[in-house]
């Protein structure tokens, strides 16, 4: 089956402690995604990547890296310069060719990180 | 920038109701997409209906429908004969389609939805 997968469900991260999140997709999606989502509020991007080794910075960039060194993987690490990592969050993945946008964003099941 | 307003934090319905959720956005944008994404407790987002701007027919996906008005902005998302697996979080979602390679999908803050049985 074609899809998205994140691990893990749910990650635990101690003080001063780096920690990555992984995306895989196997619909030869160009673009991949990551958002943030906290209560009562909707996504937010933080980093996305229209091609191989190439990613550009969202809206809440700051205390987070990415990688895009295959095609069906995008991780993202949670650095220790994020303050308040404690949220939902969620990698995206669409067609998005060259000349392409808006195609849709399809989503996978999340990772909950909980600062101990 | 581009902003997603939805006014309806949370909303409740009889099973088999009909129920509408408003959705209002701003832009300076004449080509863009719109999206319904529906979020279930199990949280992950699930497609639920796209509309392009540039289409004057409002798209329908079974029981789902919108009423996509660009002259006021609004694209509200209409479900008939609603069904206890409808109860969700509904996030109305934009992007433009300029080309400048700096697109992003903007999210509103969502509208709780509870289907009662």
């Known amino acids: 089956d074609g899809g998205i997968t994140q691990s893990p469900k749910y990650l635990f991260r101690k003080e001063g402690q780096n920690v990555t999140l992984s995306c895989e997709q196997n619909?030869?999606?160009?673009?991949m995604y990551w958002y943030r989502q906290d209560p009562g509020q909707g996504l937010r991007l933080i980093y996305y990547s229209q091609i191989v080794n190439d990613f550009q910075k969202g809206d809440i960039a700051e205390g987070y890296s990415v990688s895009r060194e295959k095609k069906e993987s995008f991780p993202l690490t949670v650095t220790s310069a994020q303050k308040n990592p404690t949220a939902f969050y969620l990698c995206a993945s669409s067609i998005d060719t060259s000349g392409v946008i808006g195609e849709t964003q399809y989503f996978g099941p999340g990772t909950r990180l909980l600062v101990l | 920038a581009q902003t997603v307003t939805q006014s309806q934090p949370e909303m409740s319905v009889q099973e088999a109701e009909t129920v509408t959720l408003s959705c209002t956005y701003d832009t300076s944008e004449n080509n863009y997409y719109l999206f319904w994404y529906k979020q279930p407790p199990s949280r992950q987002m699930i497609l639920v209906i796209r509309?392009?701007?540039?289409?004057?027919q409002n798209a329908t996906e079974n029981r789902f429908s919108v009423n996509f008005q660009k002259a006021a902005k609004s694209f509200s998302l209409k479900i008939s004969d609603s069904q206890l697996g409808d109860t969700a979080m509904y996030f109305c979602a934009f992007i433009p389609t300029t080309n400048f390679g700096n697109e992003k999908l903007t999210f509103g803050t969502g509208t709780r939805l509870t289907i009662i049985p």
């Open positions: 619909l030869n999606h160009d673009a």
């Open positions: 509309q392009e701007a540039y289409k004057q």
